[in-house]
């Protein structure tokens, strides 16, 4: 095992001290779906000291085509996607230290699990959380590397606080969702090519080659050949309330009020409590309505056409409808 | 002549990733309502705009010979 | 599962149609190291029929910082390469057919493998072994995509008989090794590139797209932000000996005259019977020589300072030299 | 002015990614020997040409103006 990194040490930026470093960092990953477990399987595989994952949701067959690390069985029993993660991501590296959190991610939950992290990666599904985390972290003071993809297509770019320009100075606000995974799939090299670039930064940032970082915004469509830079120098803004000279850090409070959302790609809505659930004394509850099935994380159960999963922190989803009034019907109907 | 490349759906909605407009020069902004009279792109307004590999805002200049791109930005993951 | 591909239908070059083809289709993915087992990953989540993979290997701790779908107990254990994949492969997808041969690929040993297959993923490590590639091809009329890497860079292209220029018209020898794995190393990400690019090259092959085909080579490196494609229209030689008129395909005699080889990245010398290796009568006569294990699949033993293994099909790994003569000496030591 | 661009590992044998020199025209050939003149540079005779990133032979003609790339192919996997 002495020689496990020895042909990542034999890269020259790298190198005997790069990889010590890399042992020593923790990496923050926000969504473990496809962009989420592949730059996790590369930072484990890469030797990273320290990674902590963070998700709502859990493994479905649809999910197959696109994430790594997660297998036929983790669909069949529905286990949350960071706990399937670090299961694989163990037998992978045991020398990784993975701390898995089923969460969802607001400006409220996520602050306590960013103590002592030395970089995110974002692989979330929507601009609402990324205007959230872009606060945060300029706030925090942590680097983060923002990923996107939809069909062949997909985005990446590094942001410094305080040096580059942030996500809000590029975009004026959080776009509507155009192209979503829903409406015009995705394949699974886009999702590579855009963890590619993500793994890359996070390793310059990891043993602190900051001069190789990429200072341009990358586009790409892997069916049309097509890929391209962007130059931003000239976008940093210093009035940006984000991360200008009076910084109001405006999606702090943005995120923490919003209490239903449509998931990008899943026929779902997300309908979030704000008191946790008590699964066995909701199932009991459930038992007179249908079938319910439950595996100590989540309850599930089918309800008229919908599916219908209960989470213990106070989430559930309404698979089969992206109508948040359809979805708020049938759950006020189900827990009343 | 402005080149003007076409990212993503945008090139489904226009039927083409490439138009060359015959114009000395204008703004982002105008550009954007110059294509809306001809395309239904209403997506326009939020998308990021490049001048030659460059960021460009709405007020930007664009000139003969210049190469702009129009990219929407990716939310999925 | 029956929405298992429904991400993939969505994006609208594959549609319903495209997804059919790909589950009729058969490719062969030739060597399961870092390319091998992220294009096999990849393939196998989008649907792929029947893959064949094909590689000599077994699993080492040094393989893991940058191969997919290995796990540490596959290093511990010495699990020949295709069999780890094929195992984990078909706990992602088991409606795919999957034929792992533990196999050095020849001109000979390779072509019985080749009836109908659609498409061939170049995952060598080595030009020896791509000239001849490229040549069995060209004579089969069977496309394929060539992929490399080392350190941060890499290089796709995608090759059509009695159509694109062959991989003897873009470089007239198999060039002398610069670069390998051993002397510059490697980071995982340079890797998932050239995959990206395979990848997508592949699903346009297997869906019939081939208007959409990239008609350049890609070559790019990830640390030093660089991305170039080289227009190769003009390199298709009709004098080519692997592709020309008058074509002699030279690599298929040259293939099957090498003996030994030095292996990429492994500071490991390669030596190639002529005939199968009876195990358990091996097994019996090295034990008067030292502490022996097998697994079934092969022989190793720690001899001097050398690891030698010993596979059924008449091969023999060396450990812990590149010198083709101290390999011999350790050899004939040891088998006599 | 001919731009030349190392890719990989030329690069650090010459210690910089591009190279500039004033020169009207010459072929890839005559353009490889100049180097090797200067610069420890015996892989160019095993590395892939392009002339604007269109592939190009030893007796491909080079002119000002031109960017050369030399790009030494990769055999891991």
Request: with cysteine; hydrophobic share 40%; glycine share 6%.
């Amino acid at each position: 095992m002495a020689d496990r990194y020895s042909r990542q040490k034999l890269f020259k930026p790298i190198g005997v001290n790069g990889q010590e470093k890399i042992g020593e960092k923790h990496i923050l990953i926000l969504g473990c779906g496809a962009l989420g477990t592949a730059n996790a399987e590369n930072l484990v595989r890469a030797g990273i000291g320290k990674l902590t994952i963070i998700d709502r949701d859990y493994v479905e067959f649809s999910n197959l085509h696109r994430q790594h690390l997660f297998t036929e069985q983790d669909a069949i029993d529905q286990v949350p996607k960071v706990i399937a993660a670090k299961s694989k991501l163990e037998e992978i590296n045991s020398d990784a230290r993975i701390e898995a959190h089923i969460l969802d991610a607001t400006a409220v939950s996520l602050r306590p699990h960013l103590k002592e992290v030395d970089l995110v990666i974002d692989a979330t599904d929507n601009f609402d959380t990324r205007f959230m985390l872009n606060d945060l972290l300029q706030q925090l003071n942590i680097p983060w590397i923002y990923g996107s993809c939809v069909g062949s297509t997909g985005m990446s770019y590094t942001i410094l606080p305080k040096q580059t320009p942030c996500l809000h100075c590029l975009l004026d606000a959080a776009p509507p969702n155009g192209a979503t995974c829903d409406s015009v799939g995705i394949i699974s090299p886009a999702v590579q090519m855009v963890v590619a670039h993500q793994t890359t930064e996070a390793m310059k940032l990891l043993i602190e080659d900051r001069d190789s970082l990429r200072a341009t915004l990358v586009t790409f469509d892997l069916w049309k050949n097509h890929y391209q830079t962007v130059n931003v120098d000239k976008a940093k803004d210093s009035a940006c309330p984000s991360c200008g000279m009076h910084a109001t850090y405006p999606y702090l409070d943005y995120g923490a009020t919003t209490k239903t959302e449509i998931l990008c790609g899943r026929n779902t809505v997300q309908i979030r409590a704000s008191r946790e659930i008590h699964l066995a004394e909701l199932a009991n509850h459930l038992k007179k309505v249908g079938e319910v099935k439950g595996n100590g994380f989540l309850l599930s159960m089918d309800y008229q056409s919908y599916r219908v999963v209960f989470f213990q922190d106070g989430r559930t989803l309404i698979h089969g409808t992206d109508s948040i009034e359809k979805a708020k019907k049938i759950y006020y109907q189900l827990v009343g | 002549m402005i080149t003007i490349l076409l990212f993503a759906h945008l090139q489904e909605t226009v039927g083409k990733d490439r138009i060359e407009l015959p114009i000395e020069q204008l703004t982002v902004m105008e550009l954007k309502t110059a294509l809306k009279q001809t395309y239904p792109l209403l997506e326009l307004d939020h998308v990021m705009t490049a001048v030659n590999e460059e960021f460009a805002r709405d007020n930007s200049k664009v000139t003969a010979g210049d190469i702009v791109a129009f990219i929407p930005p990716v939310s999925g993951g």
